[in-house]
């Protein structure tokens, strides 16, 4: 995961220097394509390692594999009641 996102004129400049053959529409296209997948992918904490963000939120809050009949409303009424 990348922790900083290019902006798409940076990347359009790497995608015309890499493929001269594509139309300044389709660069500009891939660009911004790539931009929104870069900040979804820092947004969403998306790695290959390690569970993603919204996996890591499920977890913590005591869903496991193949046991989600509680909702998450159930769960954080379960731990403001043991504390």
Not at 3 to 28: G, M
Not at 37 to 64: D, H, M, R
């Amino acid at each position: 995961m990348k922790t900083t996102v290019e902006d798409y004129n940076t990347i359009a400049k790497h995608l015309k220097k890499d493929y001269p053959k594509l139309s300044d529409f389709e660069i500009l296209s891939l660009a911004i394509q790539l931009e929104r997948n870069q900040i979804l992918e820092n947004g969403l904490v998306i790695n290959s390692e390690k569970p993603s963000g919204l996996e890591a939120i499920a977890i913590a809050l005591g869903f496991t594999d193949g046991q989600f009949q509680n909702t998450i409303t159930d769960v954080l009424r379960e731990m403001a009641y043991k504390e």
